[in-house]
């Protein structure tokens, strides 16, 4: 008979928690970081703490892994999945804040890449700032994203890849873009993993976000200077 027994949760004090909390992310139990989601969010903890401490800490340990060979994709799948369920409890809360409308965002992950958590994450973060996203999903070709601001006229253009692979796909669609002539119209945002600053001016975008938080402040910073320029014009 196995000694082992059965966690309770909620007897864990908030370390142990999340500790436990990474590691049934690593197994991909879904109502078990969904528990704990509830349990933190009972403790007071604010929604953002709890995705950033519990959940992103959690999958940047499967990464780990993941890359080093010890995980493989059926498993990070499950983790995956184990995550989403945890960000639907906490998208709604992250929304709540009831924000004066900042402006709009279309998102999207690039062609040839299905990552997706990294940019649902932002566009909650959007949501919950008061920005209005339409998410145009993953594996986009340069079309979707051309059809997708016409339709939408955003203020913002926001792409993600966490490929080496599939980020240099970004410049195909800015290049589109100035080609034809409609790149300034837009505010241009890039993120995921693989980026950072020295390749977004490279490939001609307006600024890499690092993170969620980092995307909310930098297309919070880019509307504004929008709003104030064509003000004065
Ligand atoms: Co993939 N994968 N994966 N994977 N995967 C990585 C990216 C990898 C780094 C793992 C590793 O080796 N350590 C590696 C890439 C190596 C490289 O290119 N240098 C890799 C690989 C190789 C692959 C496959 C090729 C594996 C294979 O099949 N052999 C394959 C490719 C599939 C494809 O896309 N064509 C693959 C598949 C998968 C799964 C399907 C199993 C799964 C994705 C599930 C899903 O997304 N629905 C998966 C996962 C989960 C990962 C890791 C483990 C986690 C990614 C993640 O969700 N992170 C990842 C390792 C890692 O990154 N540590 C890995 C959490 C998320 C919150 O962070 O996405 O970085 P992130 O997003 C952040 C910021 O980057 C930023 O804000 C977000 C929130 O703070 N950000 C933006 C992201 N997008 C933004 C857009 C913006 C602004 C900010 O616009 C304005």
Redesign the pocket.
């Known amino acids: 008979m196995s000694e082992e027994e059965d966690i309770i949760l909620a007897d864990l004090d908030d370390e142990e928690l999340v500790e436990q909390m990474f590691d049934d992310l690593y197994d991909g139990l879904k109502e078990e970081i969904e528990e704990g989601v509830n349990i933190l969010l009972e403790r007071g903890w604010e929604p953002y703490r709890i995705l ?1 401490e519990a ?2 800490g959690g ?2 340990i ?3 892994d ?3 060979g010890i ?7 499950l ?3 184990a ?2 369920g945890g960000m639907a409890i906490l998208k709604p809360l992250l929304a709540e804040t009831g924000a004066p409308r900042m402006g709009s ?1 279309v ?1 999207g ?1 690039v062609k ?11 566009s909650m ?2 949501e919950g700032a008061g920005f209005e996203v339409v998410d145009i999903g ?2 986009n070709p340069v079309e979707n994203y051309l059809e997708a601001i016409e339709e939408h006229k955003p203020d ?12 240099p796909y970004m410049k195909v669609v800015i290049d589109t873009m100035v080609e034809q002539g409609i790149r300034d119209d837009y505010i241009v ?7 950072n600053e020295e390749f977004g001016k490279a490939i001609g975008a307006d ?9 909310v402040e ?2 919070k910073d880019y509307v504004a200077r929008k709003h104030n320029q064509m003000a004065a014009g």
């Open positions: 950033t959940l992103v999958m940047t499967v990464g780990k993941f890359r080093d995980l493989f994709v059926p498993e990070v799948l983790a995956a999945n995550m989403k965002m998102i992950t040839g890449d299905i990552h997706d958590i990294g940019k649902n994450l932002v973060m959007m993953i594996n913002i253009l926001g792409m993600s890849a966490l490929l080496t692979t599939t980020m945002l890039v993120g995921g993993a693989p980026l600024a890499y976000c690092r993170d969620a938080a980092v995307a930098t297309a």
